[in-house]
């Protein structure tokens, strides 16, 4: 299972949750709490928001722990909203295409969970995308393809929508062809201006998701940091997030209750 970490808030530099914590995204990546296994090798990634629209990526297959590059952009980074990844591989070879954070236009995307049954669920659901985004998927991973099936039912018109038609469409392909395929989400997205989330489970066992908010920004972490986890509190089963200006919002997330399309 992957570990991640965001923030939308005050600029700070990107060390300030991916390095410089005690327990930061880094750190987590050869040590974490709150996982099944506590490596976190398969390559990492970030997604920044700046003065322009489309978000700067950086991925690479090293650990997130021995790569130098990583701990000098950080440092060198400010950025108001950002979306950090380890990854510990379930679908996909250890490749830079399947790192994440994954970008599409102005959206960012990252993920820790899993569909199962996905080596038997990935030709029908990616036979939902238009030619046009089913060109853009580079990597092997069910976070992309769940990614671009959001984009395809409406993520810039409805996030929590578009993620429940996603949620509600591999349940239905996994009953055509008998199955009942575990969909774990743990995710956050952005557009650069909101930073969404998300805590999902169908069968009780939701990854972990934590909310650690102040007067500098929230932050959506895997894994609290340096401070006692009394300071964060754990995001609820089954809730979507919603972090602007405002501060964070958390409402109830029932994929079953969706009425989206797919669009064209």
Aim: with cysteine; hydrophobic share 40%; glycine share 8%.
């Amino acid at each position: 299972m992957c570990r991640w970490a965001a923030w939308r808030g005050k600029p700070v530099f990107l060390e300030e949750i991916i390095a410089r914590p005690k327990h930061s995204l880094i750190a987590q990546s050869n040590g974490s709490k709150h996982a099944a296994s506590p490596t976190h090798g398969d390559g990492f990634g970030v997604a920044w928001y700046g003065e322009r629209a489309e978000p700067g990526l950086y991925r690479d297959i090293l650990p997130a722990w021995s790569d130098r590059n990583l701990k000098s952009l950080a440092g060198q980074i400010r950025s108001p909203l950002f979306l950090a990844h380890v990854r510990a591989s379930t679908h996909g070879a250890t490749a830079r295409e399947n790192c994440h954070p994954f970008v599409n236009g102005r959206w960012s995307f990252m993920h820790n969970g899993h569909v199962g049954e996905f080596a038997r669920l990935e030709r029908r659901l990616e036979s939902h995308l238009s030619n046009m985004l089913y060109q853009r998927r580079e990597g092997a991973t069910d976070s992309e393809l769940l990614f671009l099936l959001a984009v395809q039912m409406g993520l810039t018109r409805d996030p929590a929508g578009a993620l429940s038609a996603v949620v509600a469409l591999v349940a239905e392909e996994a009953a055509v062809i008998g199955v009942r395929a575990s969909i774990r989400l743990s995710c956050a997205f952005s557009e650069g201006q909101t930073l969404y989330g998300l805590r999902y489970a169908n069968d009780g066992d939701a990854p972990s998701l934590f909310i650690g908010e102040s007067e500098a920004g929230v932050a959506l972490v895997s894994e609290p940091f340096e401070h006692a986890e009394k300071d964060w509190r754990a995001v609820p089963a089954q809730c979507f997030i919603a972090v602007n200006e405002r501060g964070a919002s958390v409402r109830r997330f029932d994929p079953l209750e969706s009425t989206l399309a797919l669009t064209g």
